[in-house]
């Protein structure tokens, strides 16, 4: 299993404050598959999200991605397991003072072993598997919402990662945008074969899953 939940818990504050918004959250992810979350605003997605992916450490349980226990990993350890996952976000964060290339570019800089004339030519690479080859040096002021959505595909994809975990890619899209944003995910993500956990509140796109689960108040109801 690519990831293995068993048992986890997460709380917000402390002391008197302390609030608990996972619950006992079992969930086993295979190589390849794509999942897709699901459940009410508030529910504790994104919180799982970003234990999955790293950005925040385990508090009680066991949580294991490619097999790097997090409950209790150091800070170094998380940044290696964040080397090799990528993330797409709802508002795609992208730097705006950076063409599509650069942004592209930015994700592969954290690997040393590549040379600078290969930085740029993986980035456009993957700008034109995304259908971005006349965007390449546009900023983000001058793209389109669907269009800053897929460089942020193309820069979580670059680096062939293991895992990608999207938080709601398609929320600020129209339908037919978000339709091709998933599809171009779900292609890409085979050609690489690496696994998606994609959260959203967009049943339009639920068919792409090979499996859905549904978080409701920190608790996993099916998976």
Known sequence: MIISIDNLNHY???GALRKQVLF???????????????????????????????LRS???????ILKQEIYNASKRQLTQLRRQIGYIFQAHNLMTFLTAKENVRMSLEL?????????????????????????VDYYPESLSGGQKQRVAIARALVSNPKIVLADEPTAALDKKSGRDVVELMQQLAKEQGCTILLVTHDNRILDIADRLVYL????????
């Open 24 to 54: 006992d959250i079992n969930l086993e992810i295979k190589t390849g598959e794509i999942v897709i979350m699901t459940g009410p605003s508030g529910s504790g997605k994104t919180t799982l999200l970003t234990l999955m992916g790293g």
């Open 58 to 64: 385990a508090q009680a349980g066991s949580l294991k």
């Open 216 to 223: 409701e108040d920190g608790r996993l109801i099916q998976n």
């Open 12 to 14: 917000f504050g402390a």
């Open 111 to 135: 690997h040393n072993e590549i040379s600078d004339r290969d930085l740029d030519n993986k980035a456009i690479a993957i700008l034109e598997k995304v259908g971005l080859e006349n965007r």
